[in-house]
């Protein structure tokens, strides 16, 4: 394979009149744009631990009232990324948000697709588009582009949850905006979704009639649900396959939002599992449990509440540290994107 030409070889005079006229030779930079075998990467695993983030956040809780902050949220920030660009990985934000009792968080709605992540907290709520969806630890919650959304909370002591969005692919797009409203009034079927959708295989006989699907049918998936199945799966899950369940749109089966994908990991007692090494980025958030773990190079011990970014193209192994318990984690990653792209990828072999 022949060295492509420099910037350097090419004459100044002919450097000045292609500027001049806002252009560029690609040659130099080809590699650069389209490396051979590897993508290059600046994204580095990262590890972010809430023991670090949660005094921080409560602090922030008395220094900003949510008059002054509309979102009272510390950002992810990965270091080897831009960190005024928000980024835990090139495509996906994360934020850490306080809400206190008795505060509302103002209605919205955006073009960035986002979730909410529930991490401690009782009385906490988000209302979308009317439908009012309460917000218990490990609940997992749907605010998809372009749909009103306001939180707030009706109990005691602090509510915290984990943001993500789709954050900056759209603001790469130039076309991440938002729009304020007045409160949403509630309607008088709240968490209806959940009624709808009870269970797995059943929904209401009029989808059936419907010309396409529901994008959004399902706007909260309980913990509680998610760790029943995921227990009730495990014992029958051979012990070299994982005990992975994906959070899905219950008319299509597909990935609940267009640009980001959700799912839920069970490490047995003592269980080493790798994770197929992918070309989509992801996020791993803990739920409950402590271990080990190894994404590319870089060895984090992860505990309860903790989150790791891993880069595309990362091997990832995970390591449960008890011998009696299950640990759980939940997942992020961009592959709902990369697939409509069309280069998604999975590889059988192991990569930093």
């Known amino acids: 394979m022949s060295a492509l030409g420099t910037m350097e070889e090419l004459p100044e005079s002919y450097r000045d009149a292609l500027a001049s006229h806002a252009l560029a030779p690609l040659w130099p930079a080809l590699r650069a744009f389209l490396p051979h075998g590897m993508p290059a990467r600046r994204c580095q695993p990262i590890h972010w631990r809430y023991e670090d983030i949660r005094p921080l956040l409560m602090e922030a809780g008395d220094l900003t009232p949510i008059e002054k902050a509309e979102r009272r949220v510390l950002i992810l920030a990965n270091p080897s990324l831009d960190t005024e660009t928000a980024r835990a990985t090139p495509t996906i934000y994360l934020g850490m948000q306080l809400i206190k009792p008795g505060e509302v968080a103002p209605n919205h709605k955006h073009s960035p697709s986002a979730i909410r992540f529930v991490m401690e907290g009782d009385g906490g709520y988000t209302v979308v588009e009317g439908e009012k969806l309460p917000m218990e630890p490990g609940d997992l919650i749907l605010t998809p582009a372009g749909l009103w959304h306001e939180h707030g909370h009706s109990g005691t002591g602090p509510v915290v949850w984990l943001d993500a969005l789709d954050l900056p692919v759209v603001y790469a797009f130039e076309a991440s905006y938002a729009i304020e409203g007045p409160s949403q009034t509630a309607s008088n079927r709240a968490d209806s979704s959940q009624s709808a959708y009870r269970r797995s295989g059943l929904s209401p006989y009029a989808a059936l ?68 090494r992918r070309s989509a980025s992801a996020v791993i958030h803990v739920i409950s ?33 008890s011998g009696k318990a299950n640990a759980y984690l939940f997942i992020i990653d961009d592959a709902p994107l990369q697939r409509k792209l069309g280069f998604y990828e999975t590889f059988e072999e192991t990569n930093t």
């Open 209 to 276: 009639d419907r010309p396409t699907p529901s994008p959004y049918p399902l706007r909260r998936y309980p913990w509680r649900e998610v760790k029943a199945a995921l227990d009730d799966v495990a014992p029958h899950t051979p012990l070299d396959e994982l005990v992975h369940l994906a959070y899905v749109n219950p008319e299509t089966g597909r990935e609940c939002l267009p640009t980001l994908g959700f799912s839920a990991l069970l490490l047995r007692p003592g269980e080493t599992a790798g994770l197929p």
């Open 289 to 321: 449990g402590s271990g080990d773990a190894r994404i590319g190079t870089a060895e984090f011990t992860w505990s309860d509440s903790g989150t790791m970014a891993v880069p595309t193209h990362a091997s990832v192994s995970l390591t449960n540290g």
